[in-house]
């Protein structure tokens, strides 16, 4: 298949906007008027967001958290290829063609993730230096969700959503993306990751602006969602990364891990109800 701009949508969640003047610094380099655009604007208010472009669709939500913007988004996008959007990136010049040659590149691909830079132009964080065709778990894991570019028809094939339990808003908040990867890698769908950079984002993330207490505590129920029995085991090497890369220290090991064996509890409380 062959894909063109008119292909990629791009899922924009934001909040109480009642403009579209957010847009214009998130494409610098060309009129948003020229990228189709879907935008779920969850509002508090009864002040709506409304659009005059064609190419830019507007749905309202009174609904709170990010993974419900998320999944309301994918079940109204009408693109080949989705991009996830927050409201506070900016696209580089060329992320449209960098898009498409990677989906003509990876055509059985269901999850491409692209590389991101900070204000200062350099990487987020360390990704790999090539293409990789099959993602694991660790890669899963760093993932972040301006990083992820979707192929509809396979997402819809796979029938995932965003559990609404993690991200902004949800119980636990942060980690959406990783249980919406690894659910889509457990029924074998491809997950590449190509090094081409695609966004700039300059503030700080919503894993940045949490503790390493309160991480440790979402990263408990985190890795029960995604890995069941074996959640001790990626503990233990989420603690031994940590320590090895001075991210904590070896007196707060216990704590930590006390820590995360209560996000798991907590989650286990929450699916005991659920399944009431």
Do not use: C
């Amino acid at each position: 298949m062959t894909y063109t701009i008119n292909d990629i949508e791009i899922l924009i969640s934001t909040m109480n906007r009642d403009s579209l003047d957010f847009l214009v610094p998130m494409f610098p380099n060309s009129h948003f008027f020229n990228f189709q655009i879907l935008i779920v604007n969850q509002i508090q208010n009864e002040k709506k967001l409304t659009s005059s472009y064609s190419n830019v669709r507007v749905i309202n939500s009174v609904e709170k958290g990010l993974s419900k913007s998320r999944n309301l988004a994918l079940e109204n996008a009408i693109g080949k290829i989705l991009v996830i959007a927050d409201d506070d990136i900016i696209y580089k010049e060329t992320f449209i063609t960098k898009i498409i040659n990677a989906y003509h590149k990876f055509p059985d691909a269901g999850v491409i993730i692209f590389s991101a830079v900070n204000s200062e132009g350099s990487l987020i964080k360390k990704y790999p230096l090539n293409s990789k065709n099959n993602l694991n778990f660790f890669d899963i894991l760093n993932a972040s969700s301006i990083e992820i570019t979707l192929n509809k028809s396979i997402i819809d094939e796979a029938r995932i959503k965003f559990d609404k339990i993690f991200g902004l808003g949800g119980i636990f908040e942060i980690g959406e993306e990783a249980v919406f990867l690894s659910d889509l890698k457990k029924k074998n769908k491809q997950l590449v990751f190509e090094p081409d950079v695609i966004v700039k984002h300059e503030g700080f993330t919503s894993s940045d602006k949490k503790s390493i207490v309160e991480k440790y505590y979402i990263q408990g129920a985190l890795f029960t969602r995604i890995f069941n029995r074996n959640y001790i085991f990626w503990i233990f090497v989420k603690l031994f990364f940590d320590l090895k890369q001075d991210k904590i220290k070896f007196s707060s090991i216990v704590n930590l891990f006390k820590n995360a064996k209560q996000g798991h509890k907590e989650f286990e409380r929450l699916q005991y109800e659920n399944n009431e």
